[in-house]
């Protein structure tokens, strides 16, 4: 059975980093597309980054590139999210999901996600 969990969240302050987590289980990342993703409270989904299954693809929205950085550990199961310089717009609750052999950037279509993690940054 396929589970994600991430955690990492919390609040900081503009300017500062935090970096998240997401473990997993019943997967080997040799076959999952991994990504992150976020939802603002009144707004839809945001695809913030992914790694592709091969890792030969990653991705960053605009919003987030030069901030942030996906990375995996193989060792541990273990998607980390690098966020750094934070903005107040960067508050979400941010979600990994994992998809078999998915494309990167893909849809949102994602097979399996998590219950999130809550990101809050003040001004």
Known sequence: QVQVA???GGPVQAGG???LSCTVSGLSFDVYTMDWFRQAPGKGREGVSCISWNGGDTYYADSVKGRF???IDNAKKTLYLQMNSLK???TAMYYCAATPFGKCPGGDDYH???RGTHVTVSS
């Open 17 to 19: 980093s935090l970096r």
């Open 112 to 114: 399996y996600s998590g």
């Open 6 to 8: 991430e955690s990492g």
């Open 69 to 71: 950085s996906i990375s």
């Open 88 to 90: 107040p717009e960067d």
